[in-house]
């Protein structure tokens, strides 16, 4: 069974500065990976996905992801934070076949001014 | 993206009651949806996967008879929190779509409070 693994459950980091959220995943084949982010008391929005094809996956707000099949790792980036950024950030896998999602720990943002 | 509604987004409710969410997409149709629940500082957690017009799949240590959903259309669910414990207080999420092609639209979410 799928599963993923968010390292940090709390990060700060000062407006400006660059920004790494970690993810790993286990799955058998080649997963579907998705970054969301959640504001408190709301839904959850798609910020990228993986697929195939091209590893480095741009997607919205200036965000992007990597996917390393060596490391099993699918790690957000964002080269500069704003203090809108702050929130909760979830990994998931899902498994086509399956047809469902599983998500991360989650890792909370928090942005220093 | 689309647009995914649910209702109440807060909703308190006495122990032993029965409290009904609803989860609407307002502008496109899907035959699967699902259900999450999120306790507070943790991931959502799936609940059941919901095809129109099938009974729902739900998954290990969640009680069917307990969490009710129906799925009346391609268009709306719900879920149904039956004889409420103040442990089934948390954060209900429903979203539709097709995961694969990526589609999974989520909805703001329903806070319960079970006292």
């Known amino acids: 069974a799928q599963s993923v693994t968010q390292p940090d459950i709390h990060i700060t980091v000062s407006e400006g500065a660059s920004l790494e959220l970690r993810c790993n995943y286990s799955y058998g084949a080649t997963p579907y990976l998705f970054w969301y982010v959640q504001s408190p008391g709301q839904g959850l929005q798609l910020l990228l996905k993986?697929?195939?094809?091209?590893?480095l996956v741009q997607g919205i707000k200036g965000f992007e992801a990597e996917f390393k099949r060596s490391q099993s790792s699918f790690n957000l980036r964002k080269p500069s934070v704003h203090w809108s950024d702050a929130a909760e950030y979830f990994c998931a896998v899902g498994a086509g076949g399956a047809q469902k999602l599983v998500f991360g720990q989650g890792t909370r943002l928090t942005i220093n001014p | 993206g689309a647009v995914v509604s649910q209702h109440p987004s807060r909703v308190i409710c006495k122990s032993g009651t029965s409290v009904k969410i609803e989860c609407r997409s307002l502008?496109?149709?899907?035959?699967?949806m699902f259900w999450y629940r999120q306790f507070p500082k943790q991931s959502l957690m799936l609940m059941a996967t919901?095809?129109?017009?099938?009974?729902?799949?739900?998954e290990q240590g969640v009680e069917k008879d307990k969490f009710l959903i129906n799925h009346a259309s391609l268009t709306l669910s719900t879920l149904t929190v039956t004889s409420a414990h103040p442990e089934d207080s948390s954060f209900y999420i429903c979203s539709w779509g097709q995961l694969s092609n990526g589609e999974l639209f989520f909805g703001e979410g329903s806070r319960l409070t079970v006292l």
């Open positions: 919901s095809n129109e017009g099938s009974k729902a799949t739900y």
């Open positions: 993986y697929f195939s094809g091209d590893t």
């Open positions: 502008d496109f149709q899907a035959t699967t």
